[in-house]
Nanobody, 122 residues
Framework: QVQLVESGGGLVQAGGSLRLSCAAS????????MGWFRQAPGKERELVAT???????YYADSMKGRNTISRDNAKNTVYLQMNSLKPEDTAVYYC????????????????WGKGTLVTVSS
């Protein structure tokens, strides 16, 4: 069973940066596509970024240009570097895993972390 544990959330002022981490276990990490979703209060969960098994990436428009997703297969960890944060980025950020390693990420996710809260103050 895949386990995903996020860390790195917290309170930051607008314009600041945070790096989220997600440690995976119970899977052949390098074969998985990994990604980050977020859910703001009163809103639906939305995809933020994806990194595929081959290393290619996808960014949703909501944070494009302000974030970078990366992975360290030796550490079974995926990261989300977020810069120039805005109050509207306040949300719970969830790590997710897709065992297919490719394809539309949202369709293949079968494992979720419990989330880490990011709060951006104005």
């Amino acid at each position: 069973q895949v386990q995903l544990v996020e860390s790195g959330g917290g309170l930051v002022q607008a314009g600041g940066s945070l790096r989220l981490s997600c440690a995976a276990s119970g899977c052949t990490f390098s074969r998985y596509a990994m990604g980050w979703f977020r859910q703001a209060p009163g809103k639906e969960r939305e995809l933020v970024a994806t990194i595929y098994s081959g290393g290619s990436t996808y960014y949703a428009d909501s944070m494009k240009g302000r974030n970078t997703i990366s992975r360290d297969n030796a550490k079974n960890t995926v990261y989300l570097q977020m810069n120039s944060l805005k109050p509207e980025d306040t949300a719970v950020y969830y790590c997710a895993a897709d065992p297919r390693g490719w394809g539309r990420f949202s369709d293949g996710v079968n494992s979720w972390g419990k989330g880490t809260l990011v709060t951006v103050s104005s």
